[in-house]
């Protein structure tokens, strides 16, 4: 988790909002990294999950991730949850609980209905105060003014 907070503060340098993930192989070996690059990219899928999921893929030469580990600073959404699933991921180890748009035990748990065809072991709370204190102060620097939002 200490790699991917890492990651989150370079994400939040860029403008971007604090979330790293880290890939790990079963032998515990780092095989991709990602952090939030939908600012910098301009890509509304460059989730810190999804960039470090292409990342392990592109190293291992494979798109199933069987037996790694997925490690974020931030609950998945449901795309990265998906995508998650899809990549045969075997655990995810999580920071912050996402009470808005949590898609692997809060708000939905997509990674381990009964209905799919892969599940995923949640672990959740990791490093939980300094992942949550990380979002708090980026997001009262970059709220937008109430003007702002209201506006079209």
């Known amino acids: 988790m200490g790699h991917a907070l890492v990651l989150a503060e370079l994400a939040a340098g860029e403008g971007d909002v604090p979330v790293g993930a880290v890939v790990v192989d079963p032998d515990g070996q780092v095989i991709g990294t990602g952090r939030n690059l939908r ?3 301009h890509d509304p899928t460059a989730h810190a999950e999804v960039v470090a999921l292409r990342a392990a893929a592109q190293r291992l030469g494979t798109w199933r991730l069987e037996g790694c580990t997925l490690v974020v600073t931030l609950e998945p959404c449901p795309m990265c ?3 998650l699933m899809l990549a045969r991921i075997a655990t995810l180890v999580l920071g912050a609980w996402d009470p808005k748009l949590g898609a692997t035990g809060s ?3 997509i990674v381990r209905d009964r209905r799919a065809t892969h599940r995923v072991e949640v672990i959740g709370g990791v490093r939980e105060a300094e992942c949550s204190q990380m979002l708090v102060e980026f997001f009262a620097t970059h709220r ?5 939002e209201a506006g079209p």
Not at 144 to 148: A, E, G, I, T, V
């Open 144 to 148: 937008l003014s109430p003007m702002r």
């Open 107 to 109: 708000v939905w748990d």
């Open 39 to 41: 600012e910098v990219e």
């Open 81 to 83: 949850a998906g995508a």
